[in-house]
Nanobody, 115 residues
Framework: QVQLVESGGGLVQPGGSLGLSCAAS????????MGWYRQAPGKQRELVAA???????NYADSVKGRFTISRDNAKNTVYLQMNSLKPEDTANYYC?????????WGKGTLVTVSS
């Protein structure tokens, strides 16, 4: 049974930082490309950041220079460090393994950026 469990969401002030984690089980984590997506109310889900099994990364233009994705294959975990947060970063953040077509999803963690 595949499980992706996100953690680390919460309320943070604009300009603040937050770190998300996604612990995976039931998959051979080290061979999976991993991604973080987000969905704000009334908007479509969008890619935030992705990391390949080889460690290559890519980011949405809106988060470049502020967010960092990383992975620890020994812990079966992918991380998203978010700095200089803006109100427009408010969304449910979802972890994905293996892509949007045939991959797996976590249940999400809510990030709220507000003063």
């Amino acid at each position: 049974q595949v499980q992706l469990v996100e953690s680390g969401g919460g309320l943070v002030q604009p300009g603040g930082s937050l770190g998300l984690s996604c612990a995976a089980s039931g998959i051979m984590f080290r061979i999976y490309n991993m991604g973080w997506y987000r969905q704000a109310p009334g908007k479509q889900r969008e890619l935030v950041a992705a990391i390949t099994y080889g460690g290559s990364t890519n980011y949405a233009d809106s988060v470049k220079g502020r967010f960092t994705i990383s992975r620890d294959n020994a812990k079966n975990t992918v991380y998203l460090q978010m700095n200089s947060l803006k109100p427009e970063d408010t969304a449910n953040y979802y972890c994905n393994a293996g892509g949007t077509t045939m991959g797996y999803w976590g249940k999400g963690t809510l990030v709220t950026v507000s003063s």
